[in-house]
C-alpha cells in the first residue's frame, strides 16, 4: 500500500557554487611552490627533516599546512616557523600499545603556494581547451550529469525508504539466513564480530523485504 503518489522533497542545488568549486579542485592540482624567506603560514609547504629507525638517518617529509596530512593537530605546530627551526611531536596512532616516543624535525625550506590565474592559457595547459569559456562549459557539464544521477539515485532511495515505512512484515527466515549467509561470504573473513554478523542480517532482512515489495508492485502494474 502506498507504493504510488509519493512525493520526495529534493535537496537544493546551487549550480554556480558547484561550478566554482569544482574549478577550484582543478585549480589546486596545478598549484605550484616557490621557496620564500619567512616563516611559514598556512597554505604554505613546509619541508621537514627528521630521524626514524635503528640508525637513525634523516628523512624528510612534505607538508602542506592544513592539510593534516601527518594527522589531525601535526599542522598546528608548523606557522611561524622558519627554515632551521626544529620541534618535537610525538605521534600517536590507532592501536598503539606503548605511548608514543617524541621525534624532532627540522624546518628544511619553506614554500608559498602560487596560484594559476584562470585564463585561456590554463585552460590549455589544464585540459587542452581553446578557451577558459570552454573549460568552464565542459567542467558544468560533467557537473550536471553527476548531479543527475546523484538525483535519481537519492529519489529512488527516498522512494523505497517511503515504501518500506509502509509497509512492515515478517519476511521469511530462510531468505533472510540465504541472503545473510551470502553476505559473510563476500566478508572474507573467518570470524565476523557479533556486531557484524547482527548488521549483516538487519541489512539481508531490509534486502528481502524491499525485493519482495517491488515485486508485487511490478506484477499488479504488470511492469
Not at 611559514?40 to 602542506?64: C, F, K, Q
Not at 561470504?185 to 519482495?212: C, N, Q, W, Y
Request: proline share 6%; aromatic share 8%.
Amino acid at each position: 500500500r502506498d507504493y504510488s503518489g509519493i512525493e520526495v522533497p529534493m535537496p537544493e542545488f546551487d549550480q554556480e557554487k558547484a561550478l566554482e568549486e569544482a574549478l577550484e579542485e582543478i585549480v589546486n592540482r596545478f598549484v605550484s611552490y616557490d621557496p620564500v624567506e619567512r616563516a611559514a603560514d598556512d597554505g604554505d609547504l613546509v619541508v621537514l627533516e627528521y630521524s626514524s629507525g635503528e640508525n637513525g638517518e634523516p628523512r624528510r617529509a612534505v607538508v602542506v599546512i592544513g592539510r593534516e596530512n601527518m594527522g589531525p593537530g601535526f599542522d598546528e605546530m608548523l606557522p611561524g616557523l622558519s627554515s632551521g627551526d626544529s620541534f618535537s611531536a610525538a605521534m600517536e596512532f590507532p592501536g598503539m600499545e606503548e605511548p608514543p616516543k617524541a621525534t624532532s624535525f627540522r624546518v628544511v625550506e619553506v614554500r608559498e603556494p602560487k596560484r594559476p590565474d584562470l585564463n585561456d592559457e590554463f585552460a590549455r595547459s589544464a585540459g587542452g581547451f581553446d578557451s577558459m569559456e570552454q573549460l568552464r562549459e565542459k567542467v558544468l557539464e560533467n557537473i550536471l550529469e553527476k548531479y543527475r544521477a546523484e538525483r535519481r539515485a537519492y529519489a529512488e532511495a527516498s522512494v523505497i525508504d517511503s515504501i518500506l515505512a509502509a509497509n512492515v512484515f515478517e519476511v521469511p527466515k530462510f531468505m533472510v539466513d540465504n541472503l545473510s549467509s551470502d553476505y559473510v561470504k563476500r566478508l572474507e573473513e573467518d570470524d565476523p564480530s557479533p556486531e557484524t554478523l547482527e548488521g549483516i542480517r538487519e541489512l539481508a532482512e531490509r534486502k528481502v523485504r524491499e525485493f519482495l515489495l517491488l515485486r508485487q508492485i511490478a506484477i499488479k502494474e504488470a511492469i
